[in-house]
């Protein structure tokens, strides 16, 4: 009786080992949209979860990296070679370059319950703006004039014309021409500088016109913190 039965658990366990959900993203894990325009936000896509397991497959959670993707499953619970869809959108405004983004799917797979989907898209803008997108002002001071930059590159095979439209506050000084012109391929550092008048927190905007069709209007904010002058702390 006892040999039995330990015929009987050791046909069983293999069994219970096998015998499990095993969730796969069909196409694989990574899903790349190549180099896309601004002017495609968003981007969409449509991912097939599938069950290649033996057992029912409970998705129990889908959850983006980033407030900037949503991706709802149209089921949760999957039978033995069934397939679910996860309906993905990535919005890529304020985006330039190479983006990637996550997505974790969790389920009730025993060997892999988080399962990771990676997003990927090469966003391509005719101006860049780098090495940030925006102005860092550091080490700002009340009275002490501040200096921030950035450079602004045209990455088409025609030229750009670039014209300042609005600059907040309104004393800060920029070195934009009225009328700047860039050639293809070439770049311009754009230098912002301002005299703070108040401590606390510091932002700012340039905004600019371009004839380009794809890129119309460049915003380029700033940011800062202004600490006291320390001849007002004597």
């Known amino acids: 009786m006892k040999r039995t039965m330990a015929l009987v658990v050791f046909l069983f366990v ?6 499990q959900p095993k969730i796969e993203i069909v196409g694989g894990d990574t899903y790349d949209w190549g180099t896309v325009k601004r002017t495609d936000d968003p981007l969409h896509a449509k991912i097939k979860i599938k069950n290649v397991g033996t057992e029912v497959l409970k998705i129990t959670e889908v959850k983006p990296g980033c407030g900037c993707t949503t991706a709802p499953l149209d089921k949760n619970e999957l039978k033995p070679g069934e397939v679910a869809t996860l309906d993905v959108t990535l919005r890529i405004t304020g985006y330039q370059g190479s983006v990637t983004k996550s997505v974790r799917i ?3 797979d025993p060997t892999n319950p988080n399962k990771y989907l990676y997003l990927k898209a090469n966003i391509f803008v005719p101006i860049s703006i780098t090495p940030t997108s925006y102005f860092a ?3 700002m001071t009340v009275g002490k004039e501040s200096t921030a930059k950035v450079t ?9 014309t670039i014209t300042p439209e ?3 506050p309104e004393n800060m000084g920029i070195n934009i021409p009225k009328k700047l012109v860039l050639k293809p391929g070439e770049s311009f550092e754009v230098v ?3 005299v703070p008048d108040k ?6 905007s340039l905004k600019l016109k371009t004839n380009n069709p794809d890129q119309m209007e460049i915003i380029i904010p700033g940011y800062g ?3 006291e002058s320390p001849l007002f702390n004597n």
Do not use: R
Request: glycine share 2%; net charge positive; proline share 3%.
């Open 14 to 19: 293999p069994f219970l080992l096998f015998a």
């Open 106 to 108: 969790a389920s009730n």
């Open 137 to 139: 002002f550091n080490e």
């Open 152 to 160: 602004i590159t045209n990455n088409t095979k025609e030229s750009i």
């Open 166 to 168: 609005q600059v907040v």
């Open 192 to 194: 912002a500088k301002v």
């Open 199 to 204: 401590k606390g927190y510091f932002n700012c």
């Open 225 to 227: 913190n202004v600490k």
